[in-house]
């Protein structure tokens, strides 16, 4: 039942993204941005041994959208909770459980269209796969668990608020200095002693520095950190995946009881 429940649910989530495409366009957009300012702004003033900026730049890029694309669950679940969507799905014979995967899986898609836009955007500024076809589907891979993972997180940050306008103010002060403290668009070793510490073992860095060493895009010449998550990177990332969603998946679930028995 929770599987079929699931379905219908991530249907309609999928119908509505379709039926209101500016959800979309604007998601796909930004990234588009992103890659194209920081890739002609930023791009020739900094200079990285052994391997050009663009292609260090596009694995921060990927991760950082796919975090932000992840918010979708927790504005969407504020939205359904201001106007009493959720209420209805309470009235009806379904698993709980349904409301909040089918919502995050429906987000998965989101992020599947916004990495296919940069991959083709990067192609054009001049980025390139390295690595192995089978690397390269596992950087995907990874990006988007880590994205399923973060939308959890999102989901009980959703619940909490009230409106989807405080959640989106919630989940920028928290989501941009995770995207930025990191590898993400600058080489960790570049930043000050404190916030390199704190960069290394930011679960971002890691989904980053994976990416990056997947798609072939690092330098042998590169200085890696000498920190365990960024010379396991691959690793690090499926550890702070299972972690995250062993400790937001069931509070997601507390929290929607609490909130649809107010």
Same mark, same amino acid.
């Given at each position: ?53 663009? &292609? ?21 679940? +504020? &939205? ?84 989807? &306008?405080?959640?989106?103010? +919630? ?17 960790? &070793? ?6 390199? +510490? ?65």
């Amino acid at each position: 039942m929770v599987v079929t429940d699931s379905v219908t649910v991530t249907k309609r989530n999928v119908i509505k993204i379709r039926r209101v495409p500016d959800v979309l366009i604007f998601s796909t957009l930004s990234p588009i941005m992103f890659v194209l300012l920081f890739a002609y702004v930023f791009g020739s003033a900094i200079k990285l041994q052994g391997t050009s900026y663009r &292609e260090f730049l596009i694995a921060g890029i990927f991760a950082q959208t796919v975090v932000f694309g992840a918010t979708f669950t927790g504005s969407s679940l +504020a &939205e359904d909770m201001q106007k009493g969507i959720i209420d209805r799905f309470r009235s009806l014979p379904m698993a709980p459980s349904a409301v909040l995967i089918g919502r995050t899986v429906a987000d998965v898609v989101i992020n599947v269209v916004s990495l296919v836009v940069m991959s083709l955007t990067g192609l054009l500024v001049g980025w390139r796969i390295r690595g192995s076809f089978l690397d390269a589907v596992l950087a995907y891979v990874l990006l988007l668990l880590f994205a399923y993972a973060v939308s959890w997180m999102m989901a009980v940050v959703g619940l909490l608020v009230r409106a989807p &306008e405080v959640f989106n103010n +919630a989940s920028f002060m928290v989501i941009f200095p995770l995207t930025f403290i990191a590898n993400t668009f600058v080489p960790s &070793e570049n930043l000050p002693t404190v916030l390199r +510490a704190v960069a290394d073992w930011n679960p971002v860095s890691a989904v980053t520095q994976a990416t990056r060493d997947l798609f072939g895009n690092t330098s042998p010449l590169a200085q890696t950190p000498d920190v365990w998550p960024m010379r396991h990177p691959v690793v690090t990332t499926l550890i702070w995946v299972v972690v995250i969603l062993a400790i937001f998946v069931p509070l997601a679930l507390r929290q929607y009881k609490k909130s649809v028995s107010r």
